[in-house]
């Protein structure tokens, strides 16, 4: 724990940063969620996939350890088997659904990164659950209009977790919605986005992080008045808000 003035700005710094994995206030916590709750619990295959990715140089897309065991434990509490992932990288979070989903269950990936994807795939193909993974490569959205198309995909997933293009967000939600059966449940990643959704107007951020924080809170302040949806949002990773269809 930082214990002067000079060390508490150094640690308030870093969290300004976009790719904390963490919205704790303390990094000294987090480290002990992780060390006790996580890492003692994290599938071999997990890790290995983990620190492979640590090594990429956008790191920071990967979906953090804690947050990787929420959705597990998620998937295994709602009985989840048909689920949906847009937005993969190298495939932390998917493989953590691979191996909470049943022998027979499935995911239907997309990404439109598929060196991202076949960096990690040996990993998955390790953990012998690359049979449940069906990775489309190209935008989602194209994708989604084709299966809504079909009348037996509505309704028909149990579980679709989101880390995309947030610009695209609510353009997901309009589609995803049909998609997701009545009870099944809808996780977007990163609506807390690195906390800069309570910065200031006039916050130094760059150009980037200050685009995606548009549409983030156009998100935050969409979900909660949709009336086919009942929603929390967790301060897990960089913020996860579950979307439970109610009709």
Same mark, same amino acid.
């Given at each position: 724990?930082? &214990? &002067?003035?000079?060390?508490?700005?150094?640690?308030?710094?870093?969290?300004?940063?976009?790719?904390?994995?963490?919205?704790?206030?303390?990094?000294?916590?987090?480290?002990?969620?992780?060390?006790?709750?996580?890492?003692?619990?994290?599938?071999?295959?997990?890790?290995?996939?983990?620190?492979?990715?640590?090594?990429?140089?956008?790191?920071?897309?990967?979906?953090?350890?804690?947050?990787?065991?929420?959705?597990?434990?998620?998937?295994? %509490?709602? &009985?989840?088997?048909?689920?949906?992932?847009?937005?993969?990288?190298?495939?932390?979070? %998917?493989?953590?659904?691979?191996?909470?989903?049943?022998?027979?269950?499935?995911?239907?990936?997309?990404?439109?990164?598929?060196?991202?994807?076949?960096?990690?795939?040996?990993?998955?193909?390790?953990?012998?659950?690359?049979?449940?993974?069906?990775?489309?490569?190209?935008?989602?959205?194209?994708?989604?209009?084709? %299966?809504?198309?079909?009348?037996?995909?509505?309704?028909?997933?149990?579980?679709?977790?989101?880390?995309?293009?947030?610009? &695209?967000?609510?353009?997901?939600?309009?589609?995803?919605?049909?998609?997701?059966?009545?009870?099944?449940?809808?996780?977007?990643?990163?609506?807390?986005?690195?906390?800069?959704?309570?910065?200031?107007?006039?916050?130094?951020?760059?150009?980037?992080?200050?685009?995606?924080?548009?549409?983030?809170?156009?998100?935050?302040?969409?979900?909660?008045?949709?009336?086919?949806?009942?929603?929390?949002?967790?301060?897990?990773?960089?913020?996860?808000? %579950?979307?439970?269809?109610?009709?």
């Amino acid at each position: 724990m930082a &214990n &002067n003035g000079e060390s508490q700005q150094n640690q308030v710094g870093r969290h300004q940063e976009v790719g904390h994995k963490s919205l704790l206030q303390s990094d000294d916590l987090y480290q002990y969620i992780l060390e006790t709750s996580v890492y003692p619990t994290e599938p071999e295959s997990m890790k290995e996939l983990r620190e492979l990715t640590a090594k990429h140089p956008w790191n920071i897309m990967t979906t953090s350890a804690d947050e990787g065991q929420f959705l597990s434990m998620l998937l295994k %509490l709602i &009985n989840a088997k048909n689920t949906m992932e847009i937005g993969v990288y190298t495939g932390y979070s %998917l493989l953590a659904t691979a191996l909470a989903l049943p022998e027979d269950g499935k995911i239907l990936a997309m990404d439109i990164n598929r060196e991202n994807y076949e960096l990690g795939l040996p990993v998955i193909q390790k953990a012998g659950v690359a049979h449940k993974i069906d990775f489309r490569e190209g935008p989602a959205m194209p994708l989604l209009d084709q %299966l809504i198309e079909d009348e037996k995909n509505h309704g028909s997933f149990d579980f679709i977790f989101v880390d995309a293009d947030k610009d &695209n967000y609510l353009n997901y939600h309009k589609r995803l919605i049909e998609l997701v059966k009545v009870g099944g449940v809808i996780g977007y990643d990163n609506t807390l986005w690195n906390g800069t959704v309570v910065a200031p107007p006039d916050a130094p951020l760059r150009k980037y992080v200050r685009y995606y924080r548009d549409f983030v809170l156009e998100l935050n302040k969409a979900l909660p008045a949709d009336p086919r949806i009942e929603i929390c949002m967790l301060p897990v990773g960089d913020g996860v808000t %579950l979307c439970r269809r109610i009709k």
